[in-house]
């Protein structure tokens, strides 16, 4: 009896010992989502301001453009602004769109830093009870092979 209750008291503090490790994993991944979100907070305030200057600046640039047409006495002039008012529309929105391109690729890296650490310690863990699990199984079985063998030896001593 007293080797079961030593099995026991072995069970009951590597569970203890799983708990305290899985509640620390969740502390951390709690940590590394906050930070992940912080991240995100300030990243969308930046595209924001972004998105509302390059908006601001594509009114004040179709304005000025109207105010050009409307003074105007010639087709010929007409189709000249607004060639270069589609020329400039074009290039500014690709701009725009690589440095939109940018921030959004930015902010997707820094959200994930947080969990880049979290990651490689699951993983490490994980290996570290797959290994534990390997050496207990392969003594589980070193004992059965013992035990056979004895239990062999003495029905051959028997007999």
Not at 18 to 30: I, N, T, V, Y
Not at 63 to 89: M, P, W
Not at 90 to 107: C, G, I
Not at 121 to 131: L, N, S, T, V
């Amino acid at each position: 009896m007293p080797r079961q209750t030593m099995n026991q008291q072995n069970i009951s503090q590597q569970v203890e010992k799983q708990a305290e490790a899985a509640q620390k994993f969740s502390k951390d991944g709690m940590d590394a989502m906050l930070r992940s979100f912080g991240t995100l907070s300030k990243a969308s305030q930046a595209i924001a301001v972004e998105a509302t200057d390059f908006a601001k600046q594509s009114f004040e640039h179709g304005t000025a453009t109207l105010e050009k047409l409307a003074g105007v006495r010639s087709l010929d002039k007409a189709l000249e602004i607004q060639t270069e008012y589609l020329k400039t529309s074009y290039e500014r929105l690709v701009a725009q769109s690589a440095k939109m391109t940018e921030l959004y690729t930015n902010l997707a890296k820094e959200m994930a830093k947080p969990f880049e650490g979290l990651v490689s310690k699951a993983q490490e863990q994980a290996f570290k009870a797959q290994d534990r699990a390997f050496d207990k199984a392969k003594d589980g079985l070193s004992k059965v092979e013992a035990e056979t063998n004895k239990a062999f030896d003495e029905a051959k001593d028997a007999a």
